[in-house]
């Protein structure tokens, strides 16, 4: 099947917007302007087959999740996701019934947020299959939701539950983008970020750089009430070598929820809105943000700086 | 290295421009919204070691060309670059040296057209290096020039000149963004394609697709028109079993030349205004649009359809 053989099949599982003035098939994808009061959210993510997904892993499932991937970091921001682009590395004789697979994952997962995929690229990546999503969304103007921004004092909140999430979670989870709005539409979120990396690998990154102007600060966080994944229990019993729970939960990477700071006055106004809108989805306060630099964990043997990072490539 | 040390390294090479918002760094990039009266422009393209650069490239080529390709889709759409992302897989123990070059490359072409570079991605891709960009840009709304568009009369011109890119021109070509611009703001122009898989393979895209309302046509080449790089003679030269210089012209890939067609009442005019602006980068013209399907050449042999297409992943 040559390159063009593959892109018309493949054209039909587009889907399509109000947005789009023209799809894939030109140089470039032409779109309609953000309405006037909006900015520009842009984000690109990569899976790669034997780190992000198997070579078994169900097609439907692996083009879901490269989209569902950059979908969080838009929620991350408040924002709403509009338009993609696709680039598949295939490998020589690949499945052409495996890339149609992935390409229906992508279009469910798309046509579940309004988000029409616009064009894309297929390339030889000789070794193994490679997906790269580049994803635009909106957001009113001035009211992204930032990394930085968190407050010495304030309350420090996680989406969903931690942990585990090697064993389904990393590639069915749903993208908290109704939940992202919410929160950047309550006006009370001074700080947030999508935990992909780990708890551990990702909340130093609302804890300031370092910068001139950006002091680093702290956090503790109340090891009892970090929700654990069932998944993370399950496996913990699973041998002697594995992890134990709250290990997981902290340094599992691909939990995909959302990480944020309040103000302290505001908590208890943001957990209660919290309950009415999204009765099915929990919601915990795991501790808060400190003028001493550092994570510590505070259980029954104390307080503890926290070592061990989440997830990071390369290391 | 690890992939937050790695990040920090390249994140000073990062160029940002008035319309950025925030930059790489958050979980997305915020980005102002195109001025009014204005539509957005989004293409993906990706760059692979050993297919579109070698081992042994100097960097800076390698990044230059990933960004210049997607550069060379905004000009055949006659829009304006503004913003993009850039996707790296890396195999494990790559030279970070190599990175920062890749990122001095992007950097110096990104700068040269005011594109901003606004985030990013590194992961891990064992066996061979790979470079994702995604490209914004603008375009006057309902201005941009598309591949469909020709129709049976019109004049078929092409600038710069054809054949050989692989003797340098493939790293190193200009992509051809103000003379896109100037293209579209004559408002002669009625379709227009960035020759990237060889006139051969991208001819057939202005020759429309046989879809409902879109009627297939055709076209007539004059031989002697076509505009030989001096590569591709001199490659035609340096064995027995390499192409002859008109048919490197024709199917060769990585022109990155602007192909387009315009009524013929129009085609002096063209000439002659290209002339003025461009005195520096040839323009000819080197057929027509014809009813009849099909690529047709006209040599001193007569009229011979043409066979072989450009370049073709996969084949």
Chains 1, 2 share one sequence.
Do not use: Q
Request: proline letters at 8%; charged letters at 25%.
């Amino acid at each position: 099947m040559t390159e063009f053989e593959l892109i018309s099949r493949l054209k039909p599982l587009l889907p399509r917007t109000p947005l789009v003035v023209h799809g894939a098939g030109d140089d470039c994808a032409v779109l309609s302007a953000p309405l006037p009061g909006n900015e520009l959210l842009f984000k690109t993510d990569a899976v790669v087959e034997g780190f992000h997904f198997l070579a078994d892993t169900e097609p439907e499932r692996v083009g879901r999740k490269a989209l569902a991937r950059c979908l969080s970091d838009i929620a991350a921001m408040g924002g709403t996701p509009t338009a993609a682009v696709v680039t598949l590395g295939l490998p020589p004789g690949y499945n052409p019934d495996r890339v149609e697979g992935i390409y229906r994952g992508l279009r469910a997962l798309a046509e579940a947020h309004d988000v029409a995929i616009v064009g894309g690229e297929t390339t030889t990546n000789p070794d193994r299959l490679l997906i790269s999503i580049s994803l635009l969304g909106t957001v009113a103007a001035g009211r992204a939701v930032l990394r930085t921004g968190a407050r010495p004092g304030d309350a420090l909140f996680v989406t969903g539950e931690l942990g585990g999430s090697i064993h389904g979670h990393h590639l069915d989870f749903e993208p908290r983008l109704r939940e992202g709005r919410w929160l950047a539409g309550s006006g009370m979120i001074h700080s947030m970020i999508d935990v992909s990396d780990g708890l551990a690998g990702d909340l130093p990154h609302l804890l300031g750089s370092g910068a001139p102007g950006e002091p680093v600060i702290g956090a503790e966080l109340l090891k009892s009430a970090i929700p654990i994944r069932r998944a993370a229990r399950l496996g913990a019993r699973s041998s002697d070598s594995a992890k134990p729970p709250i290990v997981a939960a902290l340094t599992d990477g691909e939990d995909f929820e959302l990480l944020f700071t309040v103000a302290p006055r505001d908590a208890v106004d943001i957990l209660d809105g919290w309950r009415s809108a999204f009765p099915d989805v929990p919601l915990a306060c795991i501790g808060k943000i400190t003028d001493r630099p550092g994570i510590w964990l505070c259980g029954e043997d104390g307080m503890r700086p926290m070592i061990g990072k989440g997830y990071e490539h390369f290391r």
